[in-house]
């Protein structure tokens, strides 16, 4: 072989190779460029279902915003006349009548302070308000709603309340937080309107637990059945909470969500039913 050939075959040999890994670069900056796309797609669709869930349950809170007449703050002018400040605040004064209006499924609603206040609703399975807002509108941040077989509704000895946890902290996002005692501390209450009378609730146990277990157990055949479920429970909680004792007496609530770190399980807080609200 003479040099003049030897030089061509590699030539050749280097423009195939040169070609060969300037196709596998194409390839993966094509499919870089895919996934890239898909996943801002999938964000932008995240960002607006939040945007619309956040619009609509603003929109169902302001039904309950009234004027608060007594904010208004009278002065006297230079020659004695009285006024009358005409800004005056708004107050929310919840209306179950107004919520019934909007949406038959309504049995109250939940709050606490200005972090969490949402209808309670429930349904006809415990899979439509997972992807439906408390309006009926097709959303993924669904609504909170009450486990559909709980016999007797909010007034049951175990209310069983479900919610998505949301990256922005909506719904019941925040109920991660109660893996920390100083979090209870700030927050040692909700308040749940039970159709058209609302009371205190007193956080009294939060843990996490498996997705199906005794946490959900619900129409107690006895007293005896549910002191028993009360003191797992209270076996269950990750720390000691201003609630000593609880008693077949009482009426509680158990708040559910999802964990961020692992599918399988859920976060609970649960609450007992104490004083009418003002």
């Known amino acids: 072989m003479s040099v003049k050939q030897y030089i061509s075959r590699k030539l050749q040999e280097h423009s195939k190779k040169y070609y060969i890994l300037e196709g596998i670069r194409k390839v993966v900056l094509v499919g870089a460029l895919c996934v890239f796309t898909y996943a801002s797609f999938e964000l932008s669709n995240i960002y607006l279902d939040y945007k619309q869930d956040s619009a609509a349950y603003e929109n169902m809170e302001e039904m ?3 004027p608060d007449v007594e904010a208004g703050e009278t002065q006297t002018d230079i020659l004695g006349n009285t006024i009358v400040n005409s800004k005056s605040a708004a107050k929310w004064a919840y209306d179950f009548n107004k919520l019934k209006n909007m949406n038959a499924d ?3 609603w939940i709050k606490q302070d200005n972090i969490i206040s949402y ?9 439509y308000y997972l992807s439906h807002n408390a309006a009926h509108q097709e959303n993924n941040a669904g609504a909170i709603f009450l486990d559909y077989r709980v016999e007797g509704g909010l007034d049951a000895k175990n209310c069983i309340i479900y919610g998505h946890d949301m990256l922005n902290n909506s719904m019941f996002g925040t109920l991660i937080k109660y893996v920390s005692k100083s979090y209870y501390n700030e927050h040692p209450y909700f308040d749940i309107y039970i159709g058209e009378k609302g009371y205190r609730y007193r956080v009294f146990a939060a843990y996490e637990t498996d997705e199906i277990g005794d946490t959900y157990s619900y129409n107690f055949a006895d007293d005896e059945e549910f002191q028993n479920y009360i003191n797992l429970c209270l076996a269950k909680r990750l720390y000691t909470t201003e609630v000593t004792e609880i008693t077949t007496v009482n009426q509680i609530v158990t708040l559910s969500t999802c964990t961020r770190h692992n599918q399988r399980k859920r976060m609970i807080v649960q609450l007992v039913k104490g ?4």
């Open 64 to 66: 309950f915003e009234i």
């Open 106 to 108: 309504a049995v109250g």
């Open 119 to 127: 209808p309670i609703v429930v349904g006809t399975d415990n899979t």
């Open 275 to 278: 004083e009418p609200l003002n």
